[in-house]
């Protein structure tokens, strides 16, 4: 009987289609459960406010102003002044000039 094979052979095949199937889904939940974790493991790596711990220097009351008192024995910060070597940088093209044979005649106006 050509039919009773023929019916135990679709059985077979569908049995295979809807395991094959349902392994895809499988693996395709995991995969998106696998992107959701990981999304949700960069957004909790965010940095917390940086807390300064409290030091002396904050505890301590500062020196009463007297008039004629010591002044700060720290230097005041002086003025930027650029080296003798980068002054003339400046004036120098970054490029060398181009060669004549690069050069080419002016536009002349209509």
């Known amino acids: 009987m050509p039919g009773q094979h023929d019916k135990h052979r679709l059985s077979l095949d569908l049995t295979i289609a809807a395991s094959l199937f349902a392994a895809g889904l499988v693996v395709s939940v995991m995969s998106l459960a ?27 009351v500062p020196a009463e102003a007297k008039p004629g008192g010591d002044r700060p ?16 940088a400046a004036t120098r093209p ?17």
């Open 73 to 88: 024995t720290t230097p005041a910060p002086e003025p930027a002044r650029p080296d003798p070597q980068t002054q003339g």
């Open 34 to 60: 696998q992107i959701r974790a990981e999304s949700r493991m960069q957004l909790a790596q965010a940095t917390q406010p940086l807390q300064g711990t409290p030091s002396d220097e904050q505890s301590k």
């Open 94 to 110: 970054a490029l060398p000039p181009a060669p004549a044979e690069k050069i080419a005649p002016p536009i002349k106006e209509k």
